[in-house]
């Protein structure tokens, strides 16, 4: 496993890096430049990146959130303190794990666990969501080549239904794509 960890402090990268002592197989890699940081990060190619701020200004906090909107990976961030605000741009930004105050080699592993836990969920739900939204897209495109059909064919609901479902077993595609076809023509002959 590749842990990339960006810490413009030397010291407290070595605590991070003492947690991580236990992990087998694990290439660590320790980022204290934050100029170039997404190109740095993507040159190593981490599963994980944690990330100590220490007690950032506005201005720092923001240049990390808008590194871990980049990048798909989990994100654990290490903060002295923080308030309500920077904790809802961090869930917004897509960090795992937003950690005050708690910098120490004994819970590094459990929040590396918890990052990288929450990461896949929210991965699994934007998955599922893009489904979802998939599937109701296709199915509004059906409908509407169904009332085309309908109105353009003098077609019952069931018919323009089993038309479209026709075509589409003989031309061997989706019934969503013949949808999308019927909408396009009927958009070139000038229809709505």
Same mark, same amino acid.
């Given at each position: 496993?590749?842990?990339?960890?960006?810490?413009?402090?030397?010291?407290?990268?070595?605590?991070?890096?003492?947690?991580?002592?236990?992990?087998?197989?694990?290439?660590?890699?320790?980022?204290?430049?934050?100029?170039?940081?997404?190109?740095?990060?993507?040159?190593?190619?981490?599963?994980?990146?944690?990330?100590?701020?220490?007690?950032?200004?506005? =201005?720092?906090?923001?240049?990390?959130?808008?590194? *871990? $909107?980049? /990048? +798909?990976? !989990?994100? @654990?961030?290490?903060?002295?303190?923080?308030?309500?605000?920077?904790?809802?741009?961090?869930?917004?930004?897509?960090?795992?794990?937003?950690?005050?105050?708690?910098?120490?080699?004994?819970?590094?592993?459990?929040?590396?666990?918890?990052?990288?836990?929450?990461?896949?969920?929210?991965?699994?739900?934007?998955?599922?969501?893009?489904?979802?939204?998939?599937?109701?897209?296709?199915?509004?495109?059906? =409908?509407?080549?169904?009332?085309?059909?309908?109105? *353009? $064919?003098? /077609? +019952?609901? !069931?018919? @323009?239904?089993?038309?479209?479902?026709?075509?589409?077993?003989?031309?061997?595609?989706?019934?969503?794509?013949?949808?999308?076809?019927?909408?396009?023509?009927?958009?070139?002959?000038?229809?709505?």
């Amino acid at each position: 496993m590749r842990i990339a960890i960006v810490d413009e402090s030397a010291a407290r990268a070595s605590i991070i890096q003492e947690g991580l002592a236990d992990f087998r197989d694990c290439e660590i890699f320790i980022v204290t430049e934050r100029r170039g940081l997404v190109a740095r990060i993507a040159e190593i190619g981490p599963e994980i990146v944690l990330m100590d701020l220490g007690n950032p200004s506005r =201005d720092v906090l923001e240049e990390y959130f808008a590194v *871990s $909107r980049v /990048l +798909a990976r !989990p994100i @654990a961030m290490f903060v002295d303190e923080s308030d309500a605000e920077s904790i809802a741009a961090s869930v917004d930004a897509g960090v795992s794990a937003y950690v005050v105050d708690g910098l120490a080699p004994h819970r590094i592993k459990p929040l590396l666990d918890l990052a990288v836990r929450r990461f896949n969920a929210f991965s699994r739900l934007q998955t599922d969501l893009a489904e979802a939204k998939g599937k109701l897209a296709e199915r509004d495109a059906i =409908d509407r080549a169904k009332r085309i059909l309908m109105n *353009s $064919r003098g /077609l +019952a609901e !069931p018919e @323009a239904y089993a038309e479209l479902r026709r075509t589409a077993m003989n031309q061997n595609r989706r019934i969503a794509e013949i949808a999308d076809a019927v909408i396009t023509a009927h958009k070139l002959i000038g229809g709505d």
